[in-house]
């Protein structure tokens, strides 16, 4: 089954920067125009949450509270591939980071409404 493909987790220092990719596994996955592209991340013994989205079609953005100011999420339509570019990182980003597609994008924050999740990269954060 065709999923999203994540890539870009490490090792960084607090207030590193890492950029994370995101990418179908296959021509079967297709990212329609109406679509929400997403990052959510989950820490061990924490809930998944989401981190920020962007719509496929205008590039409208949302972020986090937590992560507004540092994190940039971006899209290359041609490349059909999602970014998640973050600096100033703080041990609290510490976390598995997933990416998926959602066909609503007025529900862009709904982890629920996502569909295609990837593996996830894990992002490690050292203060």
């Known amino acids: 089954q ?4 994540e890539s870009g987790g490490k090792f960084a220092q607090a207030g590193g920067s890492l950029r994370l990719s995101c990418t179908p596994s296959g021509r079967d996955l297709i990212i329609y125009a109406n679509d929400v592209m997403g990052w959510f991340r989950q820490a061990p013994g ?7 989205g962007v719509t496929w079609r205008n590039n409208k953005k949302y972020y986090a509270d937590s992560v507004k100011g540092r994190f940039t ?3 290359v339509a041609a490349e059909n591939t999602v970014y998640l570019q973050m600096s100033s990182l703080k041990p ?6 997933y990416c998926a597609r959602n066909s609503d994008a007025y529900t ?7 569909t295609d ?7 490690t954060v050292s203060s």
Do not use: N, P
């Open 2 to 5: 065709a999923h999203m493909v």
């Open 46 to 52: 924490k809930e998944r949450e989401f981190v920020a």
């Open 73 to 75: 999420i971006s899209r």
């Open 92 to 97: 609290e980003d510490a976390a598995v980071y």
């Open 108 to 114: 862009w924050s709904d982890g629920s409404k996502y």
């Open 117 to 123: 999740w990837g593996q996830g990269t894990q992002v």
